[in-house]
């Protein structure tokens, strides 16, 4: 049976080739030839993509859930999912990886997915951290953001495996009311679905949700929904179809202290003399519901328990241990509201800001302090020197919008690299400080949305010949050297005009 480009073109032919000479029956086969190859063409490239379709449709149709908890926690300002996915491999072909899917909703405030397998029974269950990235769907709906978690091992057909999934969500309590006064409680709410979104078949679900107190303002129900004392319960649901959605919204009571950084820039400049020298400038600012009305610190120093409960004065900053020459300070001068506790496995740093942060407000200061340098730098065994330190924000409990790192190598560096677990936006600059000639190099690191579960130590390599030590050394002596001999030369002349 020809093609429809084919018989199109041969009944083209019929109606005006009349002539029956060589020349039009070459011309006819010529034509018979581009017309086959326009067939071909046509055939492979709809081959193509019908493979891809019925192989994408396949991936998602080659896996289902036979059954998933997932525990959402919402005593603090940052959201953490807990995720436990019992998966199964229905089709004859080995399955390799597992897609997560996440709303456009929650896409946008989304920090960190991380995943691990369970692996044994019981007492013997141990977990393996598993490869987690993102990908895409050619079927997928508007917005919605997929990842692929890689299996250690492909799953074969009818095999089954354990999944534990964290994924962290910020910016996802809104307040509401959006101002309060300061004695007023805060009131946020939380919208996802009772429903997991998934590419794949549901065979049970049930969604946990546990809240700050047992003040729950109103909740969307979802049969079978339970609340009692401080969780919230929707399911169990059973055969749920892939993308299947069902919105939820929680008002609830929420007092934490919504600890948001704007902007935080660490400065780590290294010193081959034995330190490393630790500059963090902080923009913070309170998240939750705007303050309204006038501020009495009369009662909130003698009701602290019912005036200002979203508020906070204290900030808890986890530093390294031998920590040394701490200072915490802002744009009028030193703090001296702050007490340091340290010992051998760690320091931490209690600073006060000069007033209560509540709603709106906001706050800027520096944070310093010195290392020795033995416990951070390290030789590779390839000849290069590199720095390890941890990633992250070190105050508790709080979401940096914008983190960048920026470590200040000594003069004379060269070929520096960095290596960070969770991909972030890496440059190079030049520092100039006392007694440079060429500049320092400065690898900067920069990330947005940073939880506490990004602290995590990264490494920064570099070559560094231990010759440029002396530079500033020999620079010094010179220029004394030179003094000094200037002022003899003065001393031994005789600049008169007169004999």
Known sequence: MLSPVLHRHCHLFLVTGRSEDSRGLGSFQDMARSISMEAAGLTLAFLILTFLTTSAASSTNQIQILNAERRIDLSSHIVKVFLTLKVENVMTAPASEIVLAFPPAQADHLALVKAQAAIGKKKKKSYVHLDVNPTELPDAPNGTKYFSISLLNPLSSGETATLEVLYILTHSLKPFPAEISQSESQLVYFRDSALILSPYHVKQQTTFLK????????FTRVEPTKFAGRELKYGPYEDRPPYSFSPVTVHLENNSPFAVVEELLREVEIS???????TEHY?????GARHKGVFSRV?????????????FKHLLASLPPRVHSVYYRDDIGNISSSHLRSDYRKSELEIEPRYPLFGGWKATFVIGYGLPLEDFLFESPDGKRYLNFSFGCPLAETVVDKLTIKVVLPEGSKDPSAAAPFPVEQRLET??????VVGRT?????KKNVVPEHITPFQVYYTFKPIFMLAEPLM???VFFLFFVACLAYLHNDLSIRK
Request: cysteine-free.
């Open 283 to 287: 923009k913070l600012v309170h998240a």
């Open 299 to 311: 009662e909130y120093q003698s009701r602290p328990s019912f005036s200002g409960t979203s508020s």
């Open 442 to 446: 400065v690898m900067v690191l920069e």
């Open 272 to 278: 081959h003399w034995g330190n490393i020298q630790i």
């Open 431 to 436: 520092k100039y400080s006392y007694l440079d």
């Open 211 to 218: 809240t700050p107190s047992t003040k729950v303002e109103s």
């Open 476 to 478: 010094l002596a010179s």
